[in-house]
């Protein structure tokens, strides 16, 4: 018999680099990604060749990582990739990045689209899931992480 | 933590100086809250990153502000274009890139920039003094100011450095901060009589680059610079390779007269021996081919060529005469290059191949004719770009070797 899918779900709370509501499925990466000459801003496409990621989709996902990378030209290219649709829904951060900020803050400003930045302990999230981010009581960010268990897994 | 306001600062939020003004001042607080800082303070100059065009966000950010008729507050520098406008027709680009990238430099002037159009503004008259507070972008200028004037900035670019320009404001954060200037770890140069070649200072910068990251980077046992061109190509290197927005070295850098005053009296956390052969490592990462390569440019000035450059430069064009019409790129201010129009220096130069590229660099956009073959630059930070950004084949060596190396049509090097 086939157990119905369950899910586990884990929730941690953390810091605002930008505050807002988002949701979207977990991309987690190991390395820090630089979103000037790491992402393709026509398509979201990760085209760092020297990064674990090469080839995944960051638009619509919530990106996790250990921290932004690089050259202030990725505060553009951030901007750029909002403006267009192709950037994550929400970018998770255990370390705060001043350059990802400014894109995220700035494409706020010019275009009204909020693409939340959230500074949190990341150890442990899995790729795949779906990551939710809410606002709590006293301003913090909240990181609801629901993990679809299936049958070889949490479940049993 | 909380960002706190003067009365000053929330009449520029709550829109009492203009549209722009508060849009520049929201963007200011917002990031400043994300960065943590408690205040902000004032600013007497900056320089702006904004004019090569990376997309249509960075030009609707700029009309935005122009639209809210926005002026810069402090004297506000421009660094490089997409275009020389000095010399018309010498960039090539398809008209549907070109009309967005000019008008992002001249939606800049309409902020009340100067036209500066340079990488290098410590070369102009808006040149910092020591202690002052700035908000620079574009990271050889930012790396520059710090160590070698004094001055204090953080790593700016991309929106920040204008939000700063137009509100005259910066975080109080970081590198503006004397504790956050000191340095955290030790390159110790162990060089017997080291000769302050061009090359050593970008080697050296090359590998405080890659090693410190972002920590503050101290060098004893450099020589006594020439001049502080080799400052600026150490510190170019520097930026290139790692985050470095500032180093000491000990004797030479003005925060750095003793090696305590560097650590401000604390120990550093790590401690790296340089050696000659670390060095030649470095240098020999820069260029994958061998002497006697056809080469089919040289480019020089990066960052911008200064004056006391161009006055090395120019007599040994004379003397080495290179006829074979290989050309010889040399990227500078434009009012370096006005000053030398003035005295005449240039005159009967392009015979010797002689191309001044102002407001521009080589590298970021197209202005090479040719890109097949060698192009030999004395930049550490040029022959680490270009191969990405333009497609050639680099090779680094000394000034001199480039000149003798047009002269005979193929790569030369007198060290190799």
């Known amino acids: 018999m086939i157990r119905p899918v369950e899910t586990e779900v884990t929730e941690r709370s953390g810091t605002f680099q930008l505050a807002g509501i988002t949701e979207g499925q977990a991309l987690v990466i190991s390395q820090p990604l630089s979103f000037w000459g790491g992402i393709d801003v026509e398509t979201g496409d990760i085209t760092d060749h020297s990064h674990p990621g090469l080839g995944q989709n960051v638009a619509g996902k919530i990106l996790v990582m250990p921290s932004g990378r690089g050259s202030s030209s990725s505060s553009s290219v951030l901007a750029e990739a909002i403006r267009r649709g192709t950037a994550p829904a929400g970018i998770l951060l255990e370390r705060p990045d001043p350059i990802l900020a400014v894109g995220a803050i700035v494409a706020e400003f010019l275009y009204g689209i909020s693409m939340p930045l959230v500074v949190c302990d990341i150890a442990g999230l899995p790729s795949g899931g779906r990551i939710a981010v809410g606002v709590g009581a006293d301003g913090e960010a909240i990181v609801r992480f629901v993990g679809a268990a299936t049958a070889g897994g949490a479940a049993v | ?416």
């Open chain 2, 1 to 416: 933590m909380t960002l706190e306001l003067t009365a000053r600062d929330r009449s520029m939020l709550d829109g009492e100086q203009g549209l722009s003004a508060a849009a520049a001042m929201k963007i200011l607080v917002a990031f400043s809250n994300a960065i943590g800082a408690r205040s902000l303070l004032d600013i007497t100059g900056a320089h702006i990153d904004g004019c090569l065009y990376h997309g249509k966000a960075g030009l609707d950010f700029v009309e935005r502000l122009v639209e809210g008729g926005g002026r810069v507050r402090v004297p506000t520098t421009l660094n490089v274009g997409s275009f020389d406008l000095i010399h018309p027709g010498m960039v090539k680009m398809p008209e549907a890139e070109e009309v967005p990238a000019r008008r992002l430099m001249k939606a800049h002037l309409e902020l009340g920039c100067q036209a500066t159009f340079t990488c290098a503004p410590y070369q102009t008259r808006f040149r910092p003094e020591f202690g002052q507070q700035i908000a620079w972008g574009e990271s050889n200028a930012i790396v520059f100011a710090n160590s070698v004037i004094g001055a204090r900035t953080n790593r700016y670019g991309d929106f920040i450095d204008l939000c700063c320009a137009i509100t005259g404001r910066a975080p109080a954060w970081g590198l503006h901060l004397s504790e956050s200037r000191r340095g955290r770890i030790l390159f110790e140069l162990g060089l017997a009589n080291p000769e302050p070649s061009d090359s050593l200072f970008v080697g050296v910068g090359l590998i405080i680059g890659q090693a410190s990251v972002d920590r503050v980077p101290v060098i004893t046992g450099l020589p006594q610079p020439r001049d502080e061109d080799q400052l600026k190509a150490l510190g170019a290197a520097a930026a290139t390779t790692g985050a470095v927005a500032l180093f000491h070295a000990v004797g030479i850098t003005p925060e750095a007269g003793t090696l305590d005053e560097a650590f401000q009296g604390k120990a550093p956390d790590e401690t790296i021996r340089v050696t000659r052969a670390d060095i030649d490592h470095a240098l020999s990462r820069l260029s994958g081919v061998a002497d006697g390569a056809p080469l089919s440019a040289v480019s020089l000035g990066t960052p911008h060529f200064s004056h006391e450059e161009w006055m090395r430069l120019l007599p040994m064009l004379r003397e080495v005469a290179p006829g074979r019409g290989i050309p010889i790129y040399v990227n500078t201010g434009r009012a370096t290059l006005t000053r030398l129009q003035e005295q005449g220096a240039l005159d009967g130069m392009a015979a010797f191949g002689l191309i001044p590229v102002a407001d521009t660099c080589t590298y970021v956009t197209s202005i090479l004719e040719r890109l097949d073959g060698v192009v030999m630059t004395n930049s550490g930070k040029w022959a680490h770009y270009a191969p990405g950004n333009i497609g050639v084949t680099v090779a680094f060596a000394e000034m001199r070797d480039c000149i003798r190396s047009a002269a005979v049509g193929h790569v030369v090097r007198s060290a190799s």
